[in-house]
């Protein structure tokens, strides 16, 4: 239940192409969901977050769409770039300190 | 642009021995956190400390870790005795609100543990 499952692992894209990741959740008390973008070498740095109140945040080329029925919230990145190539987390929190994360998408942008 | 520090980047360490790792949160923030990463794997929470004291913790934090601020602007996070499967990226994190609500992430500290 307490589990964020994300997918795909791995993903690879054109430039200028729609790069699409999909997490889902079980427990529908998580509250705050938040998508993370990580270098090589470097932290996680916050990218984008929605609540569960509403159904699409957007910032930039970068979209988060939320199915609260479905369970679930998928990041859109629209014109990709090679410079978004990274590793992508959601994650979910339960209106506590403790963040919980999936497992990763690992981007791949080609020129 | 303000930022989470850590130090050292990469330490290497012998089984047994205690470690401390630091960092700086931003210095407006008030809860911090402790997360690990084991390579190749998903980020997991560690600790949340909030008002000087630890508000939650994960069933990984057991009783050789503890964390502490020890002045107002460091807050550390100490192995007694590393065992090899404690390698990992150690991510200290802050935020200004509770609820990990905008949780920022530092570099990371290496842990090797031999």
């Known amino acids: 239940q307490q589990q964020v499952k994300q997918s795909p692992q791995s993903l690879i894209v054109q430039k200028g192409g729609i790069s699409i990741i999909n997490c889902a959740y079980e427990n529908t008390a998580f509250d705050y969901f938040p998508w993370y973008q990580q270098f090589p070498g470097k932290g996680p740095a916050l990218l984008i977050a929605i609540r569960p109140d509403v159904s699409e945040k957007k910032e930039g080329r970068f979209t988060i769409s939320f199915n609260k029925s479905a369970k679930q919230f998928s990041l859109h990145i629209m014109d990709s770039q090679p410079g978004d190539s990274a590793t992508y987390f959601c994650?979910?929190?339960?209106?506590?300190?403790?963040?919980?994360f999936g497992t990763g998408t690992r981007l791949q942008v080609f020129p | 642009e303000p930022e989470v520090t850590q130090t050292p980047s990469h330490q290497v360490t012998q089984m047994g021995q205690e470690v401390i790792l630091r960092c700086v949160p931003i210095s407006n923030h008030l809860y911090f956190y402790w997360y690990r990463q084991i390579l190749g794997q998903k980020v997991e929470f560690l600790v949340s400390f909030y008002n000087n004291e630890i508000s939650e913790k994960s069933e990984i934090f057991d009783d050789q870790f503890s964390v502490e601020r020890p002045d107002g602007s460091n807050f550390t996070l100490k192995i007694r005795s590393t065992k090899l499967e404690d390698s990992a990226m150690y991510f200290c994190?802050?935020?200004?609100?509770?609820?990990?609500?905008?949780?920022?992430f530092g570099q990371g500290t290496r842990l090797t543990v031999v």
């Open positions: 994650a979910a929190s339960l209106r506590t300190d403790k963040l919980i």
């Open positions: 994190a802050s935020s200004p609100l509770g609820g990990s609500t905008e949780a920022f």
